[in-house]
C-alpha cells in the first residue's frame, strides 16, 4: 500500500517553499465571518515549509490531559526520527501551561495563555490545535494567516458555516493540513480505498460504522482538578465564540464534551472516529446529499455521579447519510452500552470487513458471484496509531504532498457531522447541495445552518 507518509522529501532548498500559492477566491460561508485575524496573511515564519534536511518546528494550543498532552509528549519522543522540536505551547491553565514546559523542555517565554502572542515568533513552522471544539476555526484561520501548517484535532469545526470558511482559506494558502482522525493513516482503510476503485466489489452500495463505549459514571465525566479554578484559567478566553457564557464552570472546563454550546457530543466526537477513515475508504469520499439522525437519552447515566449536571447531549445517537453515487452510511455511537457489530463496506458483488485496528481487511464475495470473485484476506496492514498519523503531517509538510486526512476529506465529513446534528436538533431531514452549500429539508424549505447563538445551549 502506498501512502503519502512514503513519498520522498522534496530536494528543494527551504526558499522556493517559501512562496505561497494563490488559488480560488473565498466563497462567502452560510454564517458570518469570523473576527479578522490579528496576522496578515503574507507574513511568513522562518521555515514555511521545512526541506529533507530542515527541522519542522512545531507550537502546540491545547494542552488537555487528554489528546494535548499525548501529542506533545509523543511528538517530543519521535523529535529525533521526525526531525521535529516543539519550539512553543499555549494553554489557559496554568498547571497546562507547567506541564508543557517540564515535558517538552521549554522555558517561561516559550509558553503563552494566548496562542495569538505565540504566532508573533518567528521559530514555528506548523501549529497543532488541541482545544476544545469552538476555538478550532479561529486558531486554524490565525495559524494559517500566519504562514504555518496545520494539525487540527477532529472535529473541524463546532459548525458548518465556519468548517467552509477554514477549507476555503486552506485551499488558498496552499498550507498542509491535518485533520486529527488517525484512522486516516491505518492501512486498512487504504486497502479498501484500492479495493473499491479496481472494483473487486462491485458497485458500492452501504457502509455501516459503530464506536460503542459504556461505563458506571458516564462518558466524559472526567475527573476535575483540584487546581481548575477562576484564577488559573483565563475562562474568557476558553469560552471563544460561545453565546451561553456562563460564570466560571470547572465542570464545563473539563467535561466540556457534555454541553451543546462545546461539542455536538456523540456526533462531534465519537462518529468523527469512523466517518473520516470510512469514508476515505470509498476510494472517493462524497458530499453528502441528504443526511437524517436521531439522538436519544434514557439511561441519564449522570445521577449514577453525585452532584454532577445532567448532559445535554445524547447518551445514544445514530445517523444515515446518502451521497451522489447512492451510496449509503449507516454510523452508530453509543456511551450507554458497547457492542460493537463491526466495520463494513457492501458492494454489490462483495463485502469488505474491516477489523477494529484496521490491520486486517477480508474481502468476502456475494454467494452469486463466488465463481468471479475469490476470497481474500489482507493481514499485518498498519494499525491505526497516532505517531504514524503525526509522521504523515510532517512528510507532506516536507514533501508538499497532501496528508491522509486532508481537508478535502475533512470538509465533507464535518459536513456529514453538523446536518446530522441539525437533523437531530431540529427534528427535520437535512438536504445539502454541494455547488451552492445550501441546506434544505426534504421537502425543500430553506433551512439556515446552526451556529453560535442560533439555539439555547449554544
Known sequence: METNANTPPSPLPRRDFLKKTATAAAVVAATPLLRTPVYGQNQAPSANVAGANNRIQVAIVGVGFGIGQNHLKGIQEKANENNTVITAASDVFSKRRDFAKTNANL?????????RKMLERKDIDAVLCATQDPLHAQITLDSIDSGRHVYCEKPLTRYLGEAFQVYDKVKSSGKIFQIGSQG??????????????????????????????????????????????????????WLGPVKQRDPFSAEQFHRWRKYFRYCAGPLGDLAPHRLHPLMLATGSPEYPVRVVSIGTRNVHIDKNLQGTPEREIPEHAQLLAEFPSGYVMMVTCCTVNASTPGLSLYGHKANLEIDASASKVNLMPQREFGDEIDPESFANLQPEEIRVHEKNWFDCIRSGQQPNGSIELAIRVQTVISLAEMSDRLKIACVFDEKTRKITTDGGTDVTAITYGTLPQS
Open 107 to 115: 522555558k517561561d517565554a516559550d509558553v503563552y495563555d494566548d496562542y
Open 184 to 237: 486516516c493513516s491505518a492501512g486498512g482503510y487504504h486497502k479498501c480505498a484500492e479495493l473499491v476503485k479496481a472494483g473487486k466489489i462491485g458497485t458500492l452500495v452501504w457502509g455501516q460504522a459503530w464506536y460503542s463505549r459504556n461505563s458506571l459514571n458516564g462518558e466524559w465525566n472526567y475527573t476535575i482538578e483540584p487546581e481548575s479554578t477562576a484564577a488559573s484559567i483565563d475562562w474568557e478566553r
